[in-house]
């Protein structure tokens, strides 16, 4: 005997449910990642500022060097 029409689950239903959890989970992993990806901007433009400030802080330190070079030369010279 076979179960009334109205007990039998609608394959269509039940195939619009399965793609309603997929597009919550996919809608999910776009969240995520959309995350993830403003966290890893930022820490790239935070690295690229520490960049720019150590190569400044180095250049500095070999214009000193330079200079104290040049005085030696002229110490030596003058001496």
Known sequence: MSAPESIKPDPVKLELAALGEQL????????RLTEENRSLRHSQEQL??????????N?????RVEAMIQRLKALENNG
């Open 24 to 31: 919550d989970r996919l809608l999910d992993i776009v969240r």
């Open 48 to 57: 690229a500022n520490e960049r720019a400030g150590l190569m400044a802080r």
């Open 59 to 63: 250049e500095q330190a070999r214009s």
